[in-house]
């Protein structure tokens, strides 16, 4: 069997801050000395468990201040546990923020080259990708603008481009894939699917649902610190996911998820229920006031939405 390019066992992460700052280094050796120096201690993660393989896509999903960018600095060799064993196996290319790893006053062009050699890459296997990296950012006609010139989508674009083009042998990403136009958006995410179909290993932290049923293979919840579930079981953690959302109510245990998941799926029918009926009245009101083209549309919406197959099966009678 083969072995797990990420495996995190039991890991806990702490942030300590002082008040170093504000009391100046004399005092601060003095209080030291004297014991009297409080260090303040926040645990970011605890007890995270989890491992994924070579070609696995891992969705992080939790609100905001849950701890996966945390996490995801820790993966990368940016923090170390202060509990538990992380291992990683493959070089890196993180996505944490926009303007990580890129100069403000550099052009774009020179950023590439900047963050390509940050990656590990010669000069000549970026002068071979660079076409190809400016092509798929959509930046033709800004190589020469310095970085700070560009908009936050362009520089989300720039740093997607260069992680996904240069093939690395993990991929983390923070909330990138929810920057840019809709177009961009698709076109990332495809390009993510075609990675992970070569054998990359991808982590995704990202507030939207829809992207992590559609990427990901496994994930991972994480609610203030702690580990509510780790599953390959996507759409069930999802759906659970959805409905604590709307809802507020936090599982303790696989019993609350399962609940959690059902009432999702009850919600979601009765939506779709409520949704057939407003276009049901929306064309019975069209045929009431005799107009046949545009009932003739709302018929055919209809079906096309709920009964797709009765609508080919009628096509085939014509």
Not at 45 to 70: C, P, Q, R, W
Not at 292 to 298: I, L
Not at 312 to 318: I, S, V
Request: charged content about 30%; proline content about 2%.
């Amino acid at each position: 069997m083969s072995k797990p390019v990420i495996s995190c066992d039991d890991v806990s992460i702490i942030y300590k801050s002082g008040d170093l700052k504000g009391i100046g280094f004399k005092d601060y050796v003095l209080r030291r000395l004297t014991g009297r120096y409080k260090v303040n201690e926040f645990w970011a993660d605890k007890h995270i468990n989890f491992e994924i393989y070579k070609g696995d896509m891992l969705g992080i999903v939790g609100t905001n201040g849950a701890g996966k960018s945390t996490l995801l600095k820790a993966v990368s060799g940016i923090l170390r546990p202060a509990e538990g064993t992380l291992k990683v196996k493959g070089s890196i290319a993180a996505l944490l923020e926009l303007s990580s790893g890129f100069d403000g006053d550099l052009t774009v062009r020179e950023n590439t080259y900047l963050r390509g050699a940050m990656l590990g890459y010669t000069r000549a296997f970026m002068d071979e990708k660079y076409d190809e990296i400016i092509d798929f950012a959509g930046l033709g006609k800004f190589q020469d603008y310095t970085f700070n010139q560009l908009s936050s989508g362009m520089k989300s674009r720039l740093a997607f481009s260069i992680a996904c083009l240069v093939r690395p042998e993990i991929l983390i990403l923070d909330e990138v894939l929810s920057v840019g136009d809709g177009s961009f958006k698709k076109k990332s995410s495809k390009k993510m699917r075609e990675i992970l179909d070569e054998g990359i290993t991808g982590v995704l932290v990202s507030h939207s649902i829809t992207q992590v049923r559609e990427l990901c293979n496994k994930i991972l919840w994480i609610d203030h610190g702690n580990q509510i579930t780790f599953s390959d079981d996507v759409t069930y953690i999802c759906n659970a996911y959805e409905e604590f959302l709307a809802t507020g109510k936090l599982p303790k245990n696989e019993e609350d998820i399962k609940k959690l998941d059902d009432a999702f799926r009850v919600r979601k029918a009765n939506s779709m229920r409520e949704e057939m009926k407003a276009e049901t009245e929306r064309f019975l009101k069209i045929l009431q006031e005799g107009e046949t083209e545009p009932a003739v549309e709302a018929a055919l919406a209809i079906l096309r939405q709920n009964r797709p197959e009765a609508l080919k099966a009628g096509y085939r009678n014509l």
